[in-house]
């Protein structure tokens, strides 16, 4: 993959056709707390659930999953997951763009997440997109890692 093409990355919404694609990505990304088949298919299917992918040249490189729930102004990026060959894209800042604007015609004011307090370059992207930390969630993951709680007013 070559980083002067990430212009040839479309991000858009992705349907239950994708969802070996998806737990494919899943696979290569994480070790741990992956989503599996039955629960993506019903996220996939969830009118309270988002799900998009990002694909360079036709191949999916990039998901996210953003929750809503009824009368609530928050958005939840429940996951986001960017192959390791796509890293370095913007692949992530534009999944996050799709989001925020989802989220707004949704009518939310801001998005919250959770991210490992040892993963530094997602901790970074989400800094400089303007999160902020709020609070540690301590052994959220399944491997007993702890979680930082990141919030971004959408304004």
Known sequence: MNPTHSAEVVCRRVGLNRTDDLLALEESCFSTDRINRRNLRNLLRSPSAFCIGAYHDGELVGSMV??????????????????????????GRRLMAKAEREARARGCDRMHLEVRMDNMPAIGLYERLGFSALKVRPGYYEDGAHAMVYRKELG
């Not at 102004?73 to 913007?90: D, F």
């Open 66 to 91: 953003v929750l809503f729930r009824r009368n609530l102004r928050s958005a939840r990026i429940y996951s986001i997951a960017v192959a390791e060959r796509a890293r370095g894209l913007g692949i």
